[in-house]
C-alpha cells in the first residue's frame, strides 16, 4: 500500500499523542474513502451540526435564541421576493 505523509498543526498532534492507542493512520484513510465517496456521488453537503460548529459557539447561541417567528418571516419575505424575480419566467409562454 502506497503511503502519503499528513501535516497536523502543532496542538491537534498534541492531542493525538495523548490517545497514542488509536490508529490515527487509519482514522485518516476511513475519512479520505469517506470523502472520496461522497465527492465522486456529487454529495459534499455538510450536515447541519457541522455547520454549526464551523461557524462557532456564539453563532449556534445566536440561532438557538432567535426566535421561530423571526425566522418565518424571513423565509416568507425571501419566498416572496423570489417569486417575483421568477415569476415573469413563468408567465411567459
Known sequence: MPNITLSVPPDVYKKMKEYSEIRWSEVA??????????????????????????????????????????YEKAYKKAREAEWERTKSFTTRT
Open 29 to 70: 484513510r476511513k475519512a479520505i474513502v469517506e470523502y472520496l465517496e461522497r465527492l465522486e456521488k456529487g454529495n459534499l453537503e455538510l450536515p447541519a451540526k457541522d455547520i454549526l460548529k464551523m461557524l462557532g459557539e456564539d453563532f449556534e447561541k445566536k440561532v438557538t435564541k432567535t426566535p421561530l417567528e423571526m
